[in-house]
């Protein structure tokens, strides 16, 4: 165990064994079980340089239905980990650009199939390059695997919008993760970024406002401890591991999957899923309730 293993393993995590950092993941390069994974928001940004050994998977082309909104079904994900050479043993490392905003989500994706033994570099892309780490323009080639998967679960970490109207029915815990201007209605997107096509700004009613940034280091793209989460989620937006369930969102996913990700494996909390309608749906609902 590296000295940054030993630093994660102080910080005080449910599930610590859920991140890694740059030293382990260069230590490991070479390692014939574990699969390192890069996915971004910047479709160019793989092929300009990566971690040697890391294959891509992009978002929308890789984890998403090239017709309908929803994720790859059963076959698509097999043939996806098939030719990938990862297995259910394999250990999978994600990492990326954004501070994981879409590793995070793909490693969300990969949960919905029931392939668990996934882990998130800390810091992603831009810690490892900040840090002078070697990068490759190299595409690896891996030997096809015969991996099978279990038809997507979408009952356990994900949830569909008359499951989310249930739950504010049930005045359940739900975290916004969106920006503040997002979450007040003033902005129907992020500052920088186009509108996705929402025609209603506000959040779901009795949602809290916790942006996804507001768990990280922001120089080192790196989760903040155990402590500095529940100060966050538990003593200002008022979560509890008692809560039934909470319901973490954004706009489409993403962001919000790097708190459930929090939420989930570095607090433990029992019951977290992402809804990764998000406000692109939400917002453009007839009838829905909508608070600002």
């Not at 501070?99 to 810690?127: E, H, P």
């Amino acid at each position: 165990m590296t000295s940054l293993e030993t630093e994660i393993q102080s910080r005080g995590y449910a599930h610590p064994e859920k991140l890694v950092s740059t030293a382990w993941v260069a230590e490991n390069l070479d390692a014939p079980n574990v699969r390192i994974v890069e996915s971004n928001e910047d479709v160019l940004l793989y092929f300009s340089g990566h971690i040697p050994g890391a294959v891509e998977i992009d978002w929308t082309r890789d984890l998403n239905d090239p017709i309908r909104r929803d994720y790859l079904q059963k076959e698509a994900f097999e043939k996806l980990v098939q030719k990938h050479g990862i297995t259910q043993d394999t250990t999978v490392i994600f990492y990326g650009d954004k501070s994981n905003w879409w590793a995070t989500y793909a490693l969300w994706v990969f949960s919905l199939f029931g392939y668990n033994n996934t882990k998130i570099m800390d810091g992603g892309r831009m810690k490892w390059e900040k840090e002078g780490r070697i990068l490759t323009r190299e595409v690896p080639k891996f030997e096809a695997t015969q991996a099978t998967a279990p038809t997507r679960n979408d009952q356990t970490d994900r949830v569909y919008r008359d499951g989310v109207m249930e739950h504010i029915e049930k005045s359940g815990k739900l975290i916004d993760v969106r920006s503040p201007l997002e979450f007040s209605g003033e902005k129907l997107h992020m500052e920088g970024y186009p509108n996705e096509g929402a025609l209603r700004g506000g959040h779901i009613p009795g949602a809290k406002s916790v942006p996804w940034a507001k768990a990280i280091e922001a120089e080192t793209g790196c989760y903040l401890n155990a402590d500095s989460l529940k100060e966050l989620y538990e003593n200002q937006a008022g979560l509890t591991k008692e809560d039934e369930q909470v319901v973490v969102y954004c706009r489409i996913g993403e962001r919000s999957s790097h708190t459930w990700f929090a939420l989930k494996f570095l607090l433990g909390y029992p019951n977290v899923r992402n809804y990764d309608g998000s406000w692109t749906e939400w917002g453009n609902l007839v009838g829905v309730p909508v608070e600002r």
